[in-house]
Structures are given as structure tokens and as C-alpha cells.
């Protein structure tokens, strides 16, 4: 019984301290990669905002509540691919107006998410690009869907979402991201989405390790050598 609670506790602390590698390792990875070129900050900007041209007259919000037949929660004026457009968002998801007219703009198209991700592109490279239409999540991206997946055959594997409904950026994945995100998925021990870190794993293993210290500190107390006090001769 003795050596079978012997071997159990070794095999304990060795997969435990396996863990503790891995946390300590890819902390320190993590550390390390600058938070911008994670972002795909140096190959994307997607914080341009073009101003709305002067002289330009816009309708006003109540053209656009009265051409969406639902309660709007907000309304707001941009620039999008040359144009000021409208972007009205209601329970129902969020539309494009033209902001000269009113109308109702289609949804943005595959040529429109292209458009915006070239515009976005801050390398001096134009590598080709394939864009497809995605409806479900992934680890790669959580965000609103469908969006549209501009993918460019650069070093990085830069992929850039775009918006179905709105036609902003997004999302931007390089391949510093995803190699991240691998080392966050150890980091957590969410192997599959990537982002639950409530996981009965990550709650085992820390707790496994919590345990270990303890009993390491208890054992070093108990054999911490003992200051033998001499006795004051008389």
C-alpha cells in the first residue's frame, strides 16, 4: 500500500509539474511577443477613419428610423469605401443607409470585404487574396457572423474578417496570432475553443499544484535542520 501511495504521488508530480512547465512556458512566450504584432497591427490598419467630407448633406436619423420599420437603438454617420453611409443598429442586427438618400444598401459583397481589407493593408507587398463568406464560429474567430474571410498569401497567413452586416474590420489573424493562441490554449488547457479558462482541468491541475507546494512545505519544515541551543555553562 505504502509504494503503490508512493508511485501515485510521483506519478502526480510529474504530470502536475509537466502542467507547470507548460504554464511557465508559455507565459513567458506570451510575454515576450509584442501585443501589436499579435494584433497584425504592422500589416493591418483598422483604426483609419476617413472624415465625412464638408458640404455633404446628410438626411437626418429620422429618415433612417422611418426606413427600418423597428426600433433603432443607435444611428451613426461614416465613410465607407468612398461613400458616407449610415450604420443603424436594432434588435434585429445592424444595417447600412445611404446617408445622401435613406436607402437601404445591400449587404456588403465579396468585392466590397476585399475592398476594405486592401484598403486597410499597410505593406508595401500586394499578394494575392481569396475571400469566402463563413456562418460558424471557430477558435480563429468568435466574432459576428456570417462575415467575409479576406485570406492574403503573405509570410503571415494574414487573414482579415469583415463584417457581413457592416462591413468593418473585424478581426485580423496572422500567424503570430495563431501561434499565440496555441500557447493560450496550453495556458488555460482550453484545447478546443481557446478561451474558457473555468475549465475542470485548469481548476484540477491548479489545485494538484496547490497541493504539491503544501506538501513540500511540510516536509521542509519537518526537515529543516533544528538550531540546537547550547546550554550557558554556569
Not at 477558435?139 to 494574414?158: N, Q
Not at 452586416?165 to 478581426?171: C, E, N, Q, V, Y
Request: glycine share 8%; proline share 6%; hydrophobic share 45%.
Amino acid at each position: 500500500m505504502h509504494l503503490l501511495a508512493s508511485r501515485t504521488h510521483k506519478w502526480l508530480a510529474i504530470i502536475v509539474g509537466a502542467q507547470l512547465l507548460l504554464w511557465f512556458a508559455s507565459g513567458a512566450l506570451m510575454s515576450f511577443l509584442p501585443i501589436d504584432r499579435v494584433h497584425g497591427d504592422h500589416l493591418v490598419d483598422r483604426k483609419a477613419v476617413a472624415p465625412l467630407p464638408r458640404g455633404v448633406a446628410l438626411v437626418p436619423p429620422s429618415v433612417i428610423v422611418a426606413a427600418t420599420g423597428t426600433r433603432i437603438e443607435t444611428v451613426s454617420y461614416r465613410m465607407w469605401l468612398g461613400r458616407p453611409v449610415a450604420e443603424a443598429t436594432t434588435a434585429r442586427g445592424t444595417r447600412l443607409f445611404d446617408a445622401r438618400t435613406g436607402a437601404l444598401l445591400p449587404a456588403p459583397t465579396a468585392a466590397q470585404a476585399q475592398a476594405v481589407a486592401r484598403a486597410a493593408w499597410r505593406s508595401n507587398d500586394h499578394p494575392s487574396v481569396n475571400v469566402e463568406l463563413i456562418d460558424r464560429a471557430s477558435p480563429e474567430y468568435r466574432g459576428t457572423l456570417p462575415a467575409w474571410r479576406v485570406t492574403f498569401a503573405d509570410p503571415d497567413s494574414t487573414r482579415i474578417f469583415v463584417a457581413a452586416d457592416t462591413g468593418r474590420i473585424a478581426a485580423v489573424r496572422t500567424g503570430t496570432w495563431r501561434l499565440y493562441d496555441f500557447f493560450w490554449s496550453l495556458h488555460i488547457m482550453d484545447w478546443k475553443n481557446h478561451e474558457d479558462f473555468n475549465t475542470p482541468w485548469l481548476l484540477g491541475f491548479a489545485l494538484g499544484g496547490l497541493g504539491l507546494w503544501l506538501g513540500g512545505a511540510v516536509l521542509l519544515c519537518m526537515r529543516w535542520p533544528k538550531r540546537r541551543r547550547s546550554s550557558a555553562s554556569g
